[in-house]
C-alpha cells in the first residue's frame, strides 16, 4: 500500500534497506552497487530503489535531512512495508582529533538535546542505542573487508548552523561524542516504537577540529567503505 510519502507496495521494499541521507547517494548505491534495480519511490525525490547484492534482495532509499524526515520515512517502512531493519549509512562531522577524514564510524549510541523522541510518545531518554545484533554483524563484515572501522557515541542534532563555536568540546568532554550528524537519534526511536532494528555507519566528512571537509561530490560517491560494510551484511 502506499503512503503519502513513499509511493510502492509492500512486495516493491526489501526486509533490509540501507538509508543515506542524499537521496542522490541512494542512486549512485543502486547504480553501482545492485542488479536487476527497480525504482520504488520519487516521491519528493526521496528516491527509492529495490534489487539483488549478491543475490540477496535489499533496498536502499534516501531518508532527507533532520530526524523528522528520516523519522516519517523509517516509520512508514517499518509499520506498513514489512521492512525489519534499516542500517542509516550518512555523514559526520568529527568532534574529536582521532577521527579524520573518510574514517568509518559505527554508531554505539546517540546523544541528542532533541525532543523528538519526547514529542512522538512521550520518551524521556537522551541516549538511545543502535541493535546489537546488528552492531556485531557489521564489526564482523567490517574485519572480515579489512575496512578499519571507529565505534563510539555521536551527537545527534537538530542545527547544522550553529551560533557556538566551540560546542564540539564541550559535548566531547562532557558526553563523549566523538562526531555530529542529524538522524541517527530518531531513527533509533523509532525502530524501538515499532519494535525493530536499526544501526548507523557513518563517514567522516568534515571535521570541527581541523576545518578539513570533502566536497558534495565526495559526499555523494566517495564515501564506498560504509556501503560496502553495509551492503555484505544486508
Not at 510519502?5 to 516493491?12: G, N, S
Not at 554508531?107 to 546489537?132: I, M, P, R, Y
Request: charged share 25%; proline share 3%.
Amino acid at each position: 500500500m502506499a503512503t503519502p510519502h513513499i509511493k510502492a507496495e509492500a512486495h516493491e521494499v526489501a526486509r533490509t534497506v540501507l538509508m543515506p541521507g542524499d537521496p542522490l547517494r541512494a542512486k549512485f548505491i543502486a547504480e553501482t552497487f545492485l542488479s536487476d534495480v527497480e525504482q520504488f519511490n520519487q516521491v519528493r525525490n526521496a528516491f527509492g530503489y529495490t534489487g539483488t547484492y549478491k543475490g540477496k534482495k535489499i533496498s536502499v532509499m534516501g531518508s532527507g535531512m533532520g530526524m523528522p524526515s528520516i523519522g516519517i520515512y523509517a516509520y512508514e517502512l517499518f509499520k506498513f512495508f514489512g521492512v525489519e531493519r534499516i542500517i542509516r549509512i550518512g555523514s559526520a562531522g568529527s568532534y574529536s582529533p582521532k577521527l579524520k577524514l573518510f574514517d568509518t564510524l559505527l554508531v554505539s549510541d546517540a546523544w541528542s538535546e532533541s525532543n523528538f523522541a519526547k514529542a512522538q510518545n512521550g520518551c524521556q531518554k537522551h541516549v538511545l542505542k543502535a541493535d546489537a545484533t546488528l552492531n556485531r554483524e557489521l564489526e564482523k563484515h567490517a574485519k572480515e573487508l579489512s575496512i578499519p572501522i571507529v565505534k563510539g557515541r555521536i551527537h545527534s542534532s537538530d542545527v547544522f548552523y550553529r551560533e557556538q563555536p566551540d560546542l564540539h568540546k564541550v559535548l566531547l568532554k562532557k558526553h563523549n561524542c566523538l562526531a555530529v550528524e542529524m538522524e541517527a537519534f530518531g531513527l533509533f526511536h523509532t525502530a524501538n516504537v515499532l519494535n525493530k532494528q536499526a544501526a548507523c555507519l557513518l563517514t567522516i566528512s568534515d571535521s570541527l577540529v581541523t576545518k578539513e571537509e570533502t566536497t558534495s561530490e565526495e559526499r555523494e560517491k566517495a564515501f564506498t567503505n560504509m556501503m560496502l560494510i553495509a551492503l555484505e551484511m544486508a
